[in-house]
């Protein structure tokens, strides 16, 4: 069995090898004894490191995640129950509470949860998915089938060639009707803020990534229809609408009233000085104390 999993999870595969993945299924089918054994290897296959080459880790734990997908659709009660158990599904709760598991594992695990917490519903035997399933809701995590599909649209090669074709005829247009001006450097005017709904990975050159409850800047919301333009820490792309929504303008009337209190000291002081002042002797708008710096 051991040497079977080390095959089917072999970080020298380039794909899944489901040849070996059916006769390890066929093995825990006719013999349900096999189930521990089989799941328990999984385990500590998920818990694979290679500290010198990050991106073997994420292949090994994809290769045991697919494992245990096809053993759950193929195998019968017992090894379901060894997928439910406390040990399996700790080892994914700690992959998903470390920060440097890549995104594709990340929402691999949720996906797999999330489909068996929903086939499971029902048996009592198997619980504890549908509890890890509602624990992992509750803490805020985004489950991919939570998330809304992206917009259809051209791609970003197709859509910047249209965008070059669209400037050169205008340019050559303006060009004919008045005299050429000194070129300008461009500036991106930003048109408003959005907060991130969901987590979104980047499928093309050209897209933003987004991190759910980060804020991301926009300054082109009709170019791309569905998709807009902005950036978030220095990096700048195209995104899907629907996963983030716009702060709304009660944020910046918090921020004007945050930013009169930091003035209410020099505001204090100026009333201050004008009770002190000589309204016969002294011109107002001439005396040096009063002239505010600060406003």
Known sequence: MESLIDAATSETNTG???????????????????????????????????????????????????????????????????????????????LLNNSSTHITVRNRILDFIQTWAKDFKGNPSLDYMQEVYNQLRNEGYSFPSDQPPSPKKKSYVDKQKEEEELQLALALSLSQQQPVKQEQKATSKVLFSVKVLYDYHPTEDGELQLVKGSIVDVFDNSTFNDWWKGSYKCNVGIFPANYVEKISASTTDVDQGELLLGKLPSIQNLKHNIAKADPLGHNYSENQILQVKNF
């Not at 290679?50 to 759950?72: C, D, E, W």
């Open 16 to 94: 899944e090898d489901w040849g070996v993945i059916i006769k390890i299924c066929e093995i825990v089918e006719s013999n349900p004894s096999k189930a521990r054994d089989a799941v328990n290897i999984i385990i500590r296959k998920l818990g694979h490191r290679n500290v010198n080459v990050a991106i073997t880790n994420s292949q090994v734990i994809l290769f045991s995640l697919t494992l245990s997908n096809a053993l759950v659709q193929n195998c019968g009660l017992p090894l379901k129950q060894e997928i439910c158990s406390r040990p399996y599904l700790q080892a994914l709760l700690k």
